[in-house]
């Protein structure tokens, strides 16, 4: 067991329970396999010669179709391990079960639109209802069905105009500006 502390304050830190080192660290670590206090640089299974260190580790199964990962749970009492293959069918039937749609994320359903749609980035239309992300929010960006032709009509002269030298595209290697900004006169 580690002695605790200093004379002073015999609460604060612990030293270290390997041999050799016996160093005072105010922040001890306990270890979880054989259940004594080490300093920062022995806190480590490797770093302190731990013996039980070998059963300490938690691995999963991954399952293909829905995305879930599994525990794989440790042998009880010697007996043998489950297979990967076993874990996986007992999770397809299991209460929950495998459900392959919660593996596909949402999309955004405007048209070549591949955003796809987290809690920040989505937007739901008053006038269609459905989901969609911030670029497509407007209904006039999406084919809303409650989308006025007044502006239908100004959703288009922004796509088509290039209103904005963000939209200049890249030719013969140099950047051209849209016709109305080129055409631009200041004083």
């Known amino acids: 067991m580690a002695r605790r502390g200093t004379?002073?304050?015999?609460?604060?830190?612990?030293?270290?329970?390997?041999?050799?080192?016996?160093?005072?660290?105010?922040?001890?670590?306990?270890?979880?396999?054989?259940?004594?206090?080490?300093?920062?640089?022995?806190?480590?299974?490797?770093?302190?010669?731990?013996?039980?260190?070998?059963?300490?580790?938690?691995?999963?199964?991954?399952?293909?179709?829905?995305?879930?990962a599994i525990e794989r749970p440790a042998a009880a009492g010697g007996g043998r391990e489950k297979t990967d293959a076993e874990i996986l069918e007992a999770h397809a039937r299991s209460r929950r079960g495998c459900d392959p749609a919660r593996k596909r994320k949402p999309r955004c359903p405007a048209p070549r639109c591949k955003e796809t749609l987290t809690f920040s980035n989505t937007s739901e239309c008053k006038g269609c209802g459905q989901k969609l992300c911030l670029r497509h929010r407007f209904p006039a960006d999406h084919a809303c069905a409650r989308v006025s032709p007044a502006g239908a009509a100004a959703a288009a002269r922004r796509k088509g105009a290039g209103a904005c030298a963000r939209d200049a595209q890249k030719k013969d290697g140099g950047w051209t500006l849209p016709p109305l900004i080129r055409n631009l006169k200041m004083f």
């Open 7 to 68: 004379e002073a304050f015999p609460e604060l830190g612990a030293h270290c329970d390997r041999e050799d080192c016996n160093q005072l660290d105010f922040l001890p670590f306990d270890c979880d396999g054989c259940g004594k206090v080490f300093c920062a640089e022995h806190r480590t299974y490797r770093g302190h010669g731990c013996a039980r260190a070998a059963d300490q580790g938690r691995t999963v199964v991954v399952c293909e179709a829905c995305g879930d």
